[in-house]
């Protein structure tokens, strides 16, 4: 039994994925998902009854390693890439929480 | 003189006999690249003082020349080099400098390869045209109006139009094998777990695999030698030896059984790509293969499968672009939530931001169940397909894509038109299985057409054997696009 996508709220999708739309692109979204979903809602037509999930291609179970010790990233290297970064102190930086 | 025509090996063994030096072959490369660049836009980025300083050090090398001595190669630039600027195709990640190399780096570079740029992709490889890329699209070598394929379509330019013979790509639903077949070029996808992922940009982890263009089957089997492999550093990389690829190539096919899912080639196919692609058989059974028709009922879904889990897989993936860590931040954050949001809307593309959204969909609460888990039942169904298909045959034939290449900007205006060209490509990735697109004929406007082969698990070597016996019988492999011949 296939089922109709129910009309995505965009604006909520946006907030659950930290994305701060303009109104242009609300409209625009709602449309294109809108149709990308109702395409996407043809995978209900499957029977799937009993059929376990792939959530991955691999055959091979998970593999264990040592837990061994091994010199990380380069701090300065890492905190280059940060924005207004304390990189003296060794500190990401963002803007005030509390 | 450094002739770019030749092929990787041919590059290797005149370094290596004396009669030129990777210093010469890497200045010969930066030259075309200077030249055709600028028309081309296949590289975002050039690093000709380090691959020079690379190349100097192989001509002074005292240990014995690894199977890609003074080889120029091109990256897709989704694939990080210590010290120098990554980008995905994204304005978010324009400033970041990688602290560290992909492991396909440290490989390439450990069998004497020379890593002299990065390609123009789609952003964070979301795409099949590379007008998704925030710093411009790369112009197909054959038609400069058209549209290169993509994601990796810069890479696709780069050996298609002999800047360099070899350049690496990677594929979650067709990105390799899509720009190979619009350019003419062999693209090839190995087994999932085959190539450590190790430093290539996340897009859908389940699906990413890293793969060479080449413009010969030889040159790709040697390429994919060397960047197989486990790494300790992928917990997703195989514990499975590396064959020796080249040694595959024998030109025997004789009794190689070629299955062929002609319930698929319905409408939507271009006819000039079915023509091609049913002379490819023809050739392939003089080749001395079988030929039988194959079902895999599943494949009609596995566009809107692959599009469900690819896209949950990357909402989870892009999380991590926050402003905090990457480069990019808005200007003047009022507050942490605001710093995310706007980071986020600003540093992002459109198709980014929708697949974001898409995949936040279905995986959020209520959802999830009929979209994503069902999703992945499908998947399960699709992987099947494939398994019964192989119970009879040695490897499935299709053509890579339904049509050769469309039009810069043709497409941009409708997504889903766009994802509905994936049709021929997304389910290798799906069941994780090995596919390589070779060229395979011309349409009437002289556009390229590829035969796309999908092997067992592991088993690149017959798709290899295969591919390497079918370019040497046919023209299409070795044909360049006019005005491409320096």
Known sequence: MALTPPAIDVRRIAGLARLALTPDEVELFSTQLASILAYATTVQEVDTAGVPPTSHPLSHEPRWRDDVP????????????????????????????? | MADPLLSACEIREAIVSGTTSAEAVCQAALDRIAEENPRLHAFHLVDAERALTRAQALDRQAEPPGPLHGVPIALKDNMVVRGSTTTAGSKILERHVSPFDATVVARLEAAGAVVVGKTICDEFSMGSSTENSAFGPAHNPWALDRAPGGSSGGSAVAVAADLTPLALGSDTGGSIRQ???????????????????????????????IGPFARTVTDAAVCLEAISGVDPLDATSAVRPVPAFREALT???????????????GEGVEPDVLTAFEESLAQLEQLGATLSTVELPHSRYAIPTYYLVATAEASSNLARYDGVRYGFRAAGPTALDDMYDRTRDEGFGAEVKRRIMLGTYVLSAG?????????????????????????????????????????????????????????????????GLPAISVPCGLTRERLPVGLQLTGRAWDEATLLRASDAYTRRTPWASMRPAGVRP
């Open chain 2, 367 to 431: 959802y999830y169940d009929a979209y994503y888990l069902k999703a992945q039942q499908v998947r399960t169904l699709i992987r099947r397909d494939f398994e019964h298909a192989f119970a009879g045959v040695d490897v499935v034939a299709l053509p890579t894509t339904p049509t050769a290449a469309f039009r810069l900007g043709e497409r941009t205006a409708d997504p889903l038109q766009m994802y509905l060209a994936d049709v021929f490509t997304v389910s290798a990735p799906l069941a």
């Open chain 1, 70 to 98: 091994a010199p990380s990233l380069d701090r300065e290297e890492v905190l280059a890439n940060a924005p207004d970064a304390a990189a003296r102190a060794g500190l990401f930086k963002v803007p005030k929480v509390l």
């Open chain 2, 179 to 209: 720009p190979a077949a619009l350019c003419g070029v062999v693209g090839l996808k190995p087994t999932y777990g085959r190539v450590s992922r190790y430093g290539l940009i996340a897009y859908a982890s389940s699906l990413d695999q």
């Open chain 2, 251 to 265: 030109g025997d096919i004789n009794g190689l059984r070629v299955g062929v899912p002609r319930h698929l080639l």
